[in-house]
């Protein structure tokens, strides 16, 4: 990796944590699939077979929480909402179009990111909460009957979310060429920092974006 033509973007613990979360959410996924319609109930073998997948998804949840819980405190102070979140927003078709929004001038993370971030720290929030209520035989038994089929509902209505969301940030995180390096290497090259989060690299180098682009 050049330093001097590449900038730190994602530390290596939090690039482990989110890997592991990543292996960890496609088993939990798989697994919670297979519940949903009889002719996917093969997708439980992934986890050794219907028992052995019964007892390892909720505790393979409880793992992509903590390690969420990790991702959270390190990249929260970059998910802030800001005054330009807005205008992220309204230009978003022009975004989408590749087109290049110099009044951006966005930081570490667009405000399509951000929204991602709490999308996914509120549902894996709620997953845990209604699966704490579901778990049987451990918590379960403490939660009156119509309590735990709220609990199931909900579950299952988060998790259908989450997957939603998650399938737009992995087409995304592909679709933006160079943003797979992030959560790889850590490394992205400075014209991708100074493209896609200008503030970011003025933030990181000194750097004016606007003066190196021309
Ligand atoms: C193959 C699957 C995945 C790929 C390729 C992928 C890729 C990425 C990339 C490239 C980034 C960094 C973006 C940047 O620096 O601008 C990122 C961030 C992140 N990813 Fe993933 N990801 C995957 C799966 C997941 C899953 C399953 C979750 C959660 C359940 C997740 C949660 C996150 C979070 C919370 C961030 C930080 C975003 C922020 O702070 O705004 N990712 N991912």
Not at 12 to 20: A, E
Not at 84 to 103: I, L, M, R
């Amino acid at each position: 990796m050049n330093k001097r033509t590449s900038l730190l973007r994602t530390p290596y613990t939090v690039r482990i944590c989110h890997w592991l979360m990543v292996i960890c959410f496609f088993f939990v996924a798989m697994s919670g699939l297979s519940w949903f319609f009889p002719s996917l109930n093969w997708l439980n073998n992934l986890l050794g077979g219907p028992q052995l997948a019964r007892i390892l998804h909720p505790f393979l949840g409880v793992a992509i929480f903590v390690f969420l819980l990790y991702m959270f405190f390190r990249l929260v102070g970059h998910n802030l909402p800001e005054k330009g979140d807005g205008k992220w927003f309204a230009n978003v078709g022009k975004v989408a179009k590749g087109e290049h929004v110099e009044e951006l001038d966005t930081g570490k993370y667009n405000a399509g990111q951000k929204l991602l971030f709490w999308g996914i720290m509120g549902l894996i929030s709620v997953l845990l909460i209604s699966g704490v209520v579901i778990w049987r035989p451990w918590f379960a038994p403490l939660f009156s009957i119509p309590l735990i089929r709220i609990g199931l509902f909900v579950h299952a209505l988060a998790g259908v979310l989450l997957m939603l969301l998650i399938i737009g940030h992995i087409y995304l995180a592909f679709w933006v060429k160079g943003s797979v390096d992030s959560m790889s290497s850590g490394y992205v090259s400075r014209k991708w920092a100074r493209t896609h989060h200008p503030r970011w690299y003025r933030q990181v180098t000194g750097d004016s974006a606007r003066k190196e682009r021309s």
